[in-house]
């Protein structure tokens, strides 16, 4: 079966050509980044009309790149949730109408499922059952995943996600949007040490997070260093580093306690913040420890993009889901609430 997906859930139009077969055929992205970048975060309404200016151009290009006519596809995949509802609206019409046109049938698909099968994508896929630490710009969960659709969470974020802590730690330092990839650069200038940020809810059993105490601590210690006059680069990497490993850290402990009480050994990370070199390393050596495997996609796949979508939808479509006429689109939707895939007669 081959699946044309569409994601358009926040600030990057993604686009690729999936096929069950053969793999992933062709994708593309285009990130608004830069055109929200003056305003410190997504600005929702530029972001659903910049969706409506890419996805045609996108499309063609994925088309093109597999050496396929428009509509040579079985079915269109989109994200339907969560999301900026504009955004997902510019996708999920764009999607309804190719598949009426080339008389195919839609699926709308959770946009977290998504980030949590992109590892399927990669050479060596984990196999079920594993823990999923889904970590991006609004999502922090652990999640006991036993098969597609079946999934219970662990524990979560009781504020800020941690790419939200990242993005809002980078804004007060002065560094742009997003600040993930800002402060993972500043921080490998970074002298270990120098500030030591806290670890939130690790004293306490459990596998809540709470990040929003942490980006306040910085705070502090910003406001300290800047009445000395401006923070110079050093001081800034310093920071950088200290906060990095803070959320580093904590991640790691939580997944630790989450692998030791389910039991399993295979540990799958995504979203954005997956794509994280020093939290990627720290759980390499946790997952080592005990005898087991931690998995996460390429760093394009990590953050949002068209290929997972593709791919997301095509095992949902395989087993025989599709939506029904209208334009299914949600900006809250928990991802529980997700039917198991069921098997095929
Ligand atoms: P959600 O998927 O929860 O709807 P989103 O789609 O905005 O949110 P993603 O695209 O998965 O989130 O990820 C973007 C987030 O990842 C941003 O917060 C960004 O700062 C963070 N991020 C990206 N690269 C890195 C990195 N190398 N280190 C830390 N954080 C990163
Ligand atoms: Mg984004
Ligand atoms: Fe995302």
């Known amino acids: 079966m081959r699946v044309l997906g569409i994601e358009t859930s926040c600030d990057e139009t993604g686009i690729a050509l999936y096929d069950s077969e053969r793999g ?7 990130s608004q980044i830069d055109l929200h970048r003056v305003y410190g975060g997504v ?3 530029l972001a659903s009309r910049d969706h409506v200016k890419r996805l045609v151009p996108l499309m063609r290009e994925v088309f093109a790149k597999a050496g ?11 994200t339907a949730g969560p999301g900026l509802v504009g955004a997902l609206l510019v996708g999920g019409a764009c999607a309804r109408a190719l598949a009426f046109a080339w008389g195919v049938p839609a699926l709308g698909v ?7 099968l992109a590892p399927m994508l990669e050479e060596t896929p984990p196999a079920f059952p594993f823990v999923a630490l889904l970590v991006s710009g609004g999502h922090t969960q652990l999640v006991r995943v036993d098969g597609i659709g079946e999934y219970e969470l662990l524990g979560e974020s009781l504020d800020d996600a941690a ?3 990242f993005d809002k730690t980078a804004k007060l330092m002065g560094l742009p949007y ?8 500043l921080a490998e200038q970074g002298r270990p040490g120098t500030f030591v940020f806290p670890r939130p809810m690790t004293d306490r059993p459990g596998l809540t997070f709470s990040f929003s105490g942490l980006k306040t601590a910085v705070l502090t210690a ?11 680069a050093q001081t800034l990497a310093d920071i950088a580093l200290g906060f990095e490993t803070a959320v580093v850290e904590t991640l790691t402990i939580k997944c630790r306690r989450a692998l030791k009480q389910t039991g399993l050994k295979r540990l799958v990370i995504a979203g954005g913040v997956s794509a994280n070199r020093r939290l990627r390393q720290q759980l390499e050596a946790m997952t080592a420890e005990l005898n087991g495997n931690v998995f996460y996609a390429r760093p394009a796949y990590c953050t949002d993009n068209g290929a997972m979508i593709a791919y997301a939808g095509c095992q949902r479509l395989l087993a025989g889901q599709q939506d029904e006429g209208g334009i299914e689109t949600r900006a809250r939707w928990p991802m529980e609430q997700l039917p198991p895939i069921a098997l095929k007669a």
Do not use: N, S, T
Not at 110 to 116: A, C, D
């Open 163 to 165: 790419g939200e802590a």
């Open 68 to 78: 396929l006519q428009p509509g040579e596809v079985d079915a269109v995949a989109y």
């Open 43 to 45: 600005v929702p309404e």
């Open 222 to 232: 910003w406001q300290a260093c800047a009445e000395q006059g401006e923070p110079d």
């Open 110 to 116: 959770h946009h977290m499922e998504g980030h949590l």
């Open 24 to 30: 992933l055929l062709a994708d593309a992205l285009f």
């Open 178 to 185: 997003p600040g993930g990839p800002e402060i993972a650069r």
